[in-house]
């Protein structure tokens, strides 16, 4: 089974700072995907980025990027010019090819943005 | 938009009741994942399901079971409730084709077992 570590449980960020979560990953396999999850309190999750592994760029969404570094195993989320709406958990989740592409998700890190 | 509906947001059910969890997706897509949240512990996968009436048993399907009878619906079922499946239950479904791959969530299904 893939295991994906988040060792952050707990963080806060003062508003228009930048903060970087971590997130590590144990795969044997050279092709998959990487995500990054954002669940608001009391509301639905939905994506914030994807990565494929394949891919040597590091991936970019507005205020969101990720630090993508395959040969570590280690896939990091930094978040600039923090807003209030990005208080939330943060999920981190590693994805292989295979039956349903089933996803395997970390522990979160709860992030709140202090005015 | 891609929408994902699951039948309650919040439920209490007596310990031993039978209790169905139901989830809608609008996009056809081909897989449809049951995961349940605890603090502390992420999100741990149930079942999924990659086709009509296929199912597979994810990292903690003990005391669960699913229904895919259809390629929009899937049923989360606890054939006889237990305190410790109170939970929060959250529905995703995906795409089966190349290059997105993303899941898309419900909004979640508070669960207590009384």
């Known amino acids: 089974a893939q295991t994906v570590t988040q060792s952050q449980p707990e963080m806060s960020v003062q508003e228009a700072e930048t903060v970087t979560l971590s997130c590590t990953y144990d795969?044997?396999?050279?092709?998959?995907?990487l995500f990054w999850y954002k669940q608001p309190p009391s509301r639905q999750m939905i994506l914030v980025i994807r990565?494929?592994?394949?891919?040597?760029q590091n991936a970019t969404e507005n205020r969101f990027s990720v630090n993508f570094q395959k040969a570590a195993k280690s896939f990091s989320l930094k978040i600039s010019d923090s807003q209030l709406g990005d208080t939330a958990m943060y999920f981190c989740a590693f994805m292989k090819h295979n039956t349903g592409n089933q996803f395997y998700f970390g522990t979160g890190t709860s992030l709140t943005v202090i005015p | 938009d891609v929408k994902v509906t699951q039948s309650s947001r919040y439920l209490v059910k007596r310990t031993g009741e039978k209790v169905f969890l139901e989830c809608v997706q609008d996009m056809d897509h081909e897989n449809m994942f049951w995961y349940r949240q605890d603090p502390g512990l992420g999100l741990r996968l149930i079942y999924f399901?990659?086709?009509?009436?296929?199912?597979e048993k994810g990292d903690i399907p003990e005391g669960y079971s699913v229904s895919r009878e259809k390629k929009e619906r899937f049923s989360l079922i606890l054939e006889s409730a237990s305190t410790n499946q109170t939970s929060m239950y959250l529905c995703a479904s995906s795409s089966g084709g190349q290059g997105n791959y993303e899941q898309y969530f419900g909004p979640g299904t508070r669960l207590t077992v009384t």
């Open positions: 399901s990659y086709d009509v009436k296929m199912k």
């Open positions: 990565q494929e592994a394949y891919k040597q």
């Open positions: 795969t044997s396999e050279s092709n998959y995907y």
